[in-house]
């Protein structure tokens, strides 16, 4: 977007962006707003254009998967070029920020073993960055106590409280993190001891982060917990004023939570900096007649009624970095589960058409499917229904193998869904009835999901758009802080009271 590298300067040209972004959008709401379980029973890709779809058709999955991060080739279609390069330009950029550049005081501690314990090379990424990142924004805003909201197992607020030697108090809603959160702590503070003692430095004493189990559902709650004992007294007051000046931050802290976090931030007077990273978008509140709800909460997104809708918000979470780094079977895998998922609410509308009503889901299932039918076929087993059945297939082994596998997933969803299978269903006639479909949920997922990193924008610039519109009291920028090889989901909104 033009000027805006990373984020807009002000308030308008942010406004500017987000327009910009709702116009592009409006035309294509039948992406937006459509469910790939109802691509067959709704004929979803009607509503494309019908050169695109027959162009993608006969692409490779490994180009496919490359459509969300912008990819397209020459002899595509020049709308369907544009689409995508439209698109490509609307969404925020995800390459990592020089921060040593744009946080020049800021100073990465490399992290040891025993700090770092129990996480994965993601979360150890993560940390590390955000660690250097939040200790720095604490410099600039003078505070020692940082308040780590969704804290998780405490991995930040370790690292805050060890390796920069900042007072934390980690909330989180889970007593059980609550607990971990100790017991590691008190494993790794030993360690720090061991390492001051055989220094010989001295120094100050170790603190631990101190953990409070609170779900927190509002700003209103959220600031009492900032004015509580357990603040209080775990706050460094560097000066001679009596409250005590914090730091809020967040790593993937879900849905309404990041937001919370921000009015948190405007209406607390001893909150002077929030670095906050969201995700779960599909977990926020939308309701018009909410002003609290998670979106939007600028009044600049809130004037163009905007709603986004459930559909829309799953999809914001969608990363095109990760789809860009989908290995050929996984992506085939995954287009073969939304076949069946689709197959699968065809068989629901036939047998079962009142829990479509309901909207029902069957949560995640697949890989142990696939993975417990290659086993039986390595072991010379009967597979199934569909084979014995004598009008089930197409004469092809191919047919027979996925035919098979559709039926071990509507079984499973039934189950899932607590739906008594009856004895008459077809599962073969179903399969067959949705197979010429197939082939195009890739395309039309492919393309679908390319609005993912848009959504995702919009509903970030709406974040940086509520606090800029605070005028000059707040300095709010943008930043993509991880590696997006590493970890997609890297935005940070770091925000400062002037
Ligand atoms: C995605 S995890 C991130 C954990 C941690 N920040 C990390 O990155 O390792 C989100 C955490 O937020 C916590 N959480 C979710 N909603 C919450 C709420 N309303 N109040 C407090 N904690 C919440 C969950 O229990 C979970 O531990």
């Known amino acids: 977007m033009g000027d805006c590298k990373y984020s807009c300067a002000t308030a308008t040209e942010t406004l500017d962006w987000i327009r ?14 459509s469910h790939v379980v109802n691509f067959i029973t709704h004929r979803l890709w009607e509503a494309v254009d019908e050169e695109w779809i027959d162009c993608l058709r006969n692409e490779p999955v490994e180009c496919l998967i490359q459509i969300p991060s912008g990819f397209v080739q020459q002899h595509w279609p020049s709308s369907l070029k544009k689409f995508i390069t439209s698109l490509s330009s609307l969404a925020f950029p995800r390459e990592q920020a020089d921060l040593k550049k744009l946080l020049p005081n800021m100073q990465v501690a490399l992290l040891n073993n025993v700090i770092t314990q129990g996480m994965n090379q993601k979360k150890r990424h993560e ?11 604490a410099r600039d805003v003078e505070t020692n106590t940082i ?19 900042l007072s934390v108090i980690a909330i989180d809603a889970s007593s059980h993190h609550g607990r971990v959160t100790d017991e590691r702590a008190e494993r790794i503070k030993k360690h720090y001891e061991a390492k001051i003692r055989k220094s010989s430095l001295g120094g100050k004493g170790l603190t631990i982060p101190k953990t409070v ?42 849905g309404d939570l990041s937001v919370t976090m921000l009015r948190a931030f405007l209406e607390s007077k001893e909150v002077k900096a929030v670095v906050s990273i969201g995700c779960c978008y599909n977990l926020l509140s939308e309701e018009e007649a909410n002003p609290l709800c998670g979106f939007p909460i600028s009044r600049g997104v809130k004037s163009t009624g905007l709603h986004l809708g459930r559909n829309s918000r ?10 860009k780094v989908m290995e050929k079977g996984a992506s085939l895998h995954n287009f073969e589960l939304h076949a069946f998922r689709a197959a699968f609410q065809m068989l629901l509308s036939r047998y079962f058409p009142e829990t479509l009503t309901a909207s029902p889901t069957i949560g995640r299932q697949g890989k142990a499917l696939r993975r417990k039918h290659q086993n039986s076929k ?14 089930s297939t197409s004469g092809t082994d191919e047919h027979v193998d996925t ?67 605070q005028g000059d ?20 909104l770091i925000a400062k009271k002037t």
Request: aromatic share 10%; proline share 6%; hydrophobic share 40%.
């Open 314 to 323: 799953d999809l914001a979470c969608q990363s095109a970095d990760r789809w």
């Open 20 to 33: 910009a972004i709702i116009q592009f959008l409006k035309p294509y709401s039948f992406f937006w707003e």
């Open 147 to 165: 308040i780590d909201v969704g804290a998780g197992q405490g991995y930040l607020s370790q690292v805050l409280s060890f390796e920069y030697q």
């Open 127 to 137: 940390i590390e960055v955000l660690a250097a990142v939040v200790s720095s924004v």
């Open 473 to 492: 009291s707040v300095e709010a920028v943008m930043l993509p802080i991880f590696n997006p090889n590493i970890s997609p989901r890297n935005v940070a």
């Open 213 to 254: 189990t609170c779900r927190v559902l509002s700003s209103d709650m959220l600031k009492t917990l900032l004015n509580s004992k357990d603040v209080d007294e775990h706050c460094h007051h560097q000066s001679t004023s009596d409250t005590c000046p914090l730091l809020l931050t967040g790593l993937h802290a879900c």
């Open 378 to 391: 390595m072991n010379g087993l009967p597979t199934d229904e569909c084979s014995r059945k004598p009008d």
């Open 403 to 469: 035919c098979s596998l559709f039926e071990k997933f509507s079984e499973s969803g039934l189950h899932r869904l607590n739906l008594n299978q009856p004895h008459n269903i077809d599962f073969a006639a179903i399969w067959k009835e949705a197979e010429p479909f197939v082939e195009m949920i890739g395309p039309y997922w492919s393309l679908r999901a390319a609005l993912g990193p848009v959504l995702e924008t919009l509903i970030l610039l709406d974040r940086l758009l509520f606090l800029q519109e």
